[in-house]
T-cell receptor, first 114, second 114 residues
Framework: AQSVAQPEDQVNVAEGNPLTVKCTYSVSGNPYLFWYVQYPNRGLQFLLKYITGDNLVKGSYGFEAEFNKSQTSFHLKKPSALVSDSALYFCAVRDNNQGGKLIFGQGTELSVKP | KAGVTQTPRYLIKTRGQQVTLSCSPISGHRSVSWYQQTPGQGLQFLFEYFSETQRNKGNFPGRFSGRQFSNSRSEMNVSTLELGDSALYLC?????????????FGQGTRLTVV
């Protein structure tokens, strides 16, 4: 069965410092991986995706993610965090057996302090 | 380009009642998926529709149903509401059904069952 794990419920970072939000996955076949962000009382906003090709994927708002096949990881990164980056982040993988279905991790709360 | 629109944004219903939620996808998108978000269970897949046909269904009881119209708009219905159905219901649309296609989410409908 396909699955996604986000090992940290919360990540705390000082503004200006680099941030990393971790994600590991388990899939059969090719992994199609996504990152989404959710602000309070809002839906999910798409940040970036990995399909194939370069292991470093660049996305919206200065975020990037590094795909590592040997470690089955897809960590979200940003070189310099902003207070406005504080939100809930979800990693997701497509269920290769069920078309458009996304399987989400449990989410990581990112808190960036000034 | 308008995003995914979900109506209503907020709903309060009584146990035993039924409710219908609506989702208008991004123009040109033909695939619509529904997810339930709760603090305890996280994001859970409900169902996916493409060209008025249900392609996939999540592990929810038969009280949860949905449909898609010829203009790609979708509705989901929950009958005989239970307290545990209180959640944020999110709709997502995508252009097609390829696994590498990202999904775009609406702001959700917050359902409270009392």
């Amino acid at each position: 069965a396909q699955s996604v794990a986000q090992p940290e419920d919360q990540v705390n970072v000082a503004e200006g410092n680099p941030l990393t939000v971790k994600c590991t996955y388990s899939v059969s076949g090719n992994p199609y991986l996504f990152w989404y962000v959710q602000y309070p009382n809002r839906g999910l906003q798409f940040l970036l995706k990995y399909i194939t090709g370069d292991n470093l994927v660049k996305g919206s708002y200065g975020f990037e993610a590094e795909f590592n096949k040997s470690q089955t990881s897809f960590h979200l990164k940003k070189p310099s965090a902003l207070v406005s980056d504080s939100a809930l982040y979800f990693c997701a993988v497509r269920d290769n057996n069920q078309g458009g279905k996304l399987i989400f991790g449990q989410g990581t709360e990112l808190s960036v302090k000034p | 380009k308008a995003g995914v629109t979900q109506t209503p944004r907020y709903l309060i219903k009584t146990r035993g009642q039924q409710v219908t939620l609506s989702c208008s996808p991004i123009s040109g998108h033909r695939s619509v998926s529904w997810y339930q978000q709760t603090p305890g269970q996280g994001l859970q897949f409900l169902f996916e529709y493409f060209s008025e046909t249900q392609r996939n269904k999540g592990n929810f009881p038969g009280r949860f149903s949905g449909r898609q119209f010829s203009n790609s708009r979708s509705e989901m219905n929950v009958s005989t509401l239970e307290l545990g159905d209180s959640a944020l219901y999110l709709c997502a649309s995508s252009f097609g059904t390829d696994e590498n296609t990202e999904a775009f989410f609406g702001q959700g409908t917050r359902l409270t069952v009392v």
